[in-house]
């Protein structure tokens, strides 16, 4: 849960392949973000969507890799929240789960 913040498609992938025993959670975890991981479709999904947008990858970048909440111009906060990358918190944003921050700091620019 902690890796995927309750994220629903998350969450069902990881349990579908949890339950039909095709991986150990310890492997799951240990992979999850990496390009051998189950959802490693989906990350590359996003990164794509971030990739398209000039604005949004180093927005999305700043976010991933901040130790603290960051603020961004409320159209691409926007985009990025429509895109189920961030939680927003009050006028910050934060990775929506640990997966992305995972996964997005080591793979954008």
Do not use: W
């Amino acid at each position: 849960m902690t890796l995927v913040g309750g994220h629903p498609y998350l969450m069902q992938v990881a349990l579908t392949n949890l339950k039909s025993q095709e991986i150990s959670l310890e492997e799951l975890l240990t992979l999850a973000p990496t390009e051998e991981g189950i959802f490693s479709h989906h990350l590359r999904q996003q990164l794509r969507c971030l990739q398209d947008d000039s604005q949004l990858e180093p927005a999305y970048k700043e976010v991933a890799i901040a130790v603290e909440p960051v603020q961004l111009n409320p159209e691409i906060m926007f985009k990025l929240h429509s895109l189920g990358l961030i939680k927003i918190i009050r006028n910050d944003c934060i990775p929506s789960c640990d997966l992305y921050r995972q996964y997005f700091s080591s793979h954008l620019g």
